[in-house]
């Protein structure tokens, strides 16, 4: 496999430069050190869209970080814990089986709104950040999809992207996702823009409050 430059920034065209060091690893801006690539943006925003594009292209393991919680809800929703109990919850979050993420029900209206109920909990939050790094951590390099991803998840990440879109597109976007309403036949929309924003608790994964909209890490590139 050819060199290519180790990545310096996102061009004009929105194309990641990136490369391999001699020893076939993903190489980031400092010399070996794995190409982590963190993607961090509002709901709806396409970040996901980007992070599987770029992790085919550089052959880098991918995770989208929204799922984890999504799996914990419904991991506990199926083994009859009550939602709202944090212990459990966070006993369920602790042991979490990250290789079942690809089961579209997931993606579902109801696993949100689980996934919302679960990550209020302190003790859900701290085992999935956990998760998250360990994943980023892996010495091929890992692309990284979701909330605080640049922010608290990895700050120290090689690249950072801040993926975002306007208002009509990404509620288009969603409505895609959510589909038709069974009685209506028509198309769910979210509330509002903040509900589409909205951390659970007004928190970050971190359990620090502020804006509930994302927003851009230092030093990441803002598409």
């Known amino acids: 496999m050819n060199a290519i430059p180790a990545i310096h920034k996102l061009d004009a065209g929105g194309t990641v430069s990136a490369g391999r060091n001699q020893n076939g690893v993903m190489a980031g801006g400092a010399a070996g050190q794995p190409l982590t690539i963190a993607i961090d943006g509002p709901a709806a925003a396409g970040k996901g869209t980007l992070a599987k594009r770029i992790s085919v292209h550089y052959g880098l393991p991918y995770l ?30 602790a ?10 029900s997931l993606r579902g209206r109801e696993a949100g709104e689980r996934a919302s109920r679960v990550a209020v909990h ?13 994943f980023a951590a892996a010495p091929e390099g890992a692309v990284l999809d979701g909330r605080d991803i640049g922010t608290v998840i990895c700050p120290d990440a090689a690249l950072k992207l801040y993926v975002t879109a306007d208002d009509q597109t990404r509620a288009a ?11 209506t036949g028509q198309p769910r929309h979210f509330a509002s823009r903040r509900t589409l924003d909205a951390w659970p608790g007004g928190q970050d994964q971190g359990g620090n409050p502020g804006n509930p909209r994302s927003a851009p890490a230092p030093n990441s590139c803002k598409l």
């Not at 984890?68 to 809800?73: I, Q």
């Not at 302190?122 to 360990?134: K, N």
């Not at 976007?173 to 009685?183: C, I, K, S, W």
């Open 173 to 183: 976007r969603r409505a895609a996702e959510l589909g038709a309403d069974p009685v």
């Open 64 to 93: 989208d970080t929204g799922l984890l919680y999504r799996a914990v809800g419904r991991l506990a929703a199926d083994s009859g814990v009550d939602l709202d109990d944090a212990a459990a919850v966070g006993r369920i979050a």
């Open 122 to 134: 302190p003790q859900v939050r701290a085992a999935l950040i956990d998760v998250q790094r360990r």
């Open 95 to 104: 042991t979490l089986d990250t290789s079942h993420l690809d089961d579209g």
